[in-house]
């Protein structure tokens, strides 16, 4: 039986479309083998940050866009991904910082939407069950009660939540499904991250860069439409630009752009730009110079000082 078969997954108009891909995924080029990530994983997600951010603000890259994050003596990680190919169709194109079973103790796992390179369930159920769990919707609840976490919770837009000693602000997001994005801070403190998912470019991003003034911004990059002549479902290089250049965030990491599609029947349905992080990175150079912008592949750390 293949991992994640016996957990039951939302079939959406998306996940349909992935299905009928499956086929010809197979027929495209073996990315079974990851590449190794930067360096070997440590022993949990604490270890990977305790060691020289604790009582910082600081990130641990575990892939695509499941990061770890330390906000002072809390620890939380983001849409987490491990098990391949998400939703029949994509895949990790570097190996992951950590195996879902290595991360540990957590205070929250805070989950954008319900697709699969977001939300892992064979991975979670690998994961702390003691952790706070927080998702966008009723149905992500349930299936997460399902696997033994007993703390799960369904914050609307713009509704603000404390869960171990974490301030989570829930904010719109604007994507192909229902998804929320978060601003977290450690309660009591002025240092925030805005984690973005894999939204597209919405007018909400400037409340949240007037209301909520995040230290450290995670936005998606790579651009990808739903269909060759579809609507953009995530924010293309440039789209980030502006929205790093809204927020004012003192550091930037681009995430959602460490996938691959296999089968060009695939990649013909889902299109993205081309070099969308360089594309990023060069945009926040010439256009926000005193902003830290910075690719973090699988296993690297990041320190916001």
């Known amino acids: 039986m293949p991992l994640g078969s016996q957990y039951p997954q939302p079939l959406g108009r998306r996940a349909l479309l992935a299905g009928g891909l499956s086929l010809a995924a197979c027929a495209g080029p073996n990315h079974a083998e990851r590449v190794a990530p930067v360096e070997p994983h440590p022993p949990s997600a604490r270890a990977a940050l305790e060691a020289r951010s604790f009582g910082q603000l600081a990130l641990y890259q575990v892939g695509h ?22 939703d029949y169709v994509y895949r990790h194109q570097f190996g992951v910082g950590l195996e879902p079973h290595q991360v540990g103790a957590l205070d929250v796992i805070a989950i954008t939407h319900d697709h699969g390179d977001h939300f892992d369930l064979p991975a979670l159920d690998q994961m702390d069950k003691s952790a706070v769990v927080v998702v966008a919707s009723d149905s992500m609840k349930s299936a997460v009660k399902r696997l033994g976490f007993r703390e799960v919770e369904v914050p609307r837009p713009w509704e603000r939540i404390e869960a171990r000693g974490l301030s989570i602000t829930a904010t719109p997001a604007l994507h192909y499904g229902y998804e929320i994005n978060y601003v977290f801070s450690e309660v009591g403190s002025s240092a925030r991250v805005f984690f973005g998912g894999d939204t597209a470019w919405h007018d909400g991003i400037q409340r949240v860069a007037d209301e909520l003034r995040p230290t ?10 739903f269909g060759p002549r579809g609507r953009a479902v995530v924010m293309n290089p440039e789209e980030a630009v502006r ?10 990491i681009p995430t959602h752009c460490q996938d691959v599609v296999p089968s060009s029947l695939g990649r013909w349905l889902f299109p993205r730009p081309a070099g969308s992080v360089g594309r990023f990175l060069a945009g926040c150079r010439r256009e926000l110079p005193d902003c830290d912008a910075r690719f973090l592949a699988p296993g690297e750390r990041f320190l916001v000082t």
């Open 216 to 225: 450290l911004a995670l936005l998606p990059v790579d651009g990808t439409h």
């Open 243 to 252: 929205a790093a250049r809204v927020l004012k965030a003192k550091a930037v």
């Open 65 to 86: 866009s499941t990061h770890v994050l330390g906000l002072g003596s809390r620890l939380l990680i983001t849409d987490p991904w491990f098990s391949d190919p998400a």
